[in-house]
């Protein structure tokens, strides 16, 4: 299994607070994902890193912001957060070969925004 | 926009059943993959489909892409409980420029003893 770890696993929380989700890898791969899952909706993009420093918007951006100070480390940050960001979050990783992109996933992390 | 799109949403068998998930789009895919998520955890990487016209076996699992990329299918023979859980394809989404995953809405299996 790839070794991908999330922190908080749940979290609760007030509309109008911050929060940071951090995706943890010791895989040293180079591609990094955030992604909400909802039901209906399925997985969808949020923000995704190509290396350190580098990250960039994906489908469902607005509200989101991202860091990646360090190969290992992607941080997800809800500025002010609203109860329509109540989501289930995954991380995860791949060292992207063009034509495949073989994604692995961390575990999640629920979220509540009341 | 390249979109996925699997039926049926839903599928609920007893043991011992044979069932067929589909994953059709309008667009051609170089691969598509298919993932297994159960409840409360991420999604697991089953396979990738490469070669229009391939099949892959795992086990009970039949993989197979379509001879023009456009779809795919996974068949699970004599099915178990522990197949239970959410079934997801994904290909590259080319409208993009970083080989980004778009993903189906996922097949909800469930099998009962």
């Known amino acids: 299994d790839a070794g991908i770890t999330q922190s908080p696993r749940h979290k609760v929380t007030e509309t109008g607070t911050p929060v940071t989700l951090r995706c943890h890898q010791t895989?040293?791969?180079?591609?990094m994902y955030w992604y909400r899952q909802d039901p209906g909706h399925g997985l969808r993009l949020i923000h995704y890193s190509y290396g350190v420093k580098d990250t960039d918007k994906g489908e469902v951006s607005d509200g989101y912001s991202v860091s990646r100070s360090k190969t290992e480390d992607f941080l997800l940050t809800l500025e002010s957060a609203t109860s329509s960001q109540t989501s289930v979050y995954f991380c995860?990783?791949?060292?992207?070969?063009?034509?495949?992109?073989?994604?692995?996933f961390g575990p999640g992390t629920r979220l509540t925004v009341l | 926009t390249q979109l996925l799109e699997q039926s049926p949403q839903f599928l609920s068998i007893q043991e011992g059943e044979n069932l067929t998930v589909y994953c059709n789009s309008s667009?051609?895919?170089?691969?598509l993959q298919w993932y297994r998520q159960e409840p409360g955890e991420g999604p697991v990487l089953l396979v990738t489909v490469v070669t229009g016209g391939e099949v892959k076996k795992l086990k009970r699992l039949t993989f197979q892409f379509g001879d023009a990329r456009k779809d795919s299918s996974l068949h699970i023979t004599a099915a178990q409980p522990g197949d239970t859980g959410l079934y997801l394809c994904a290909g590259v989404d080319y409208g993009g420029s970083q080989g980004n995953l778009i993903f189906g809405k996922g097949t909800k299996l469930s099998v009962k003893p």
């Open positions: 995860a990783i791949s060292a992207l070969r063009l034509d495949y992109n073989e994604q692995f």
């Open positions: 895989e040293n791969h180079r591609y």
């Open positions: 667009s051609v895919f170089s691969s």
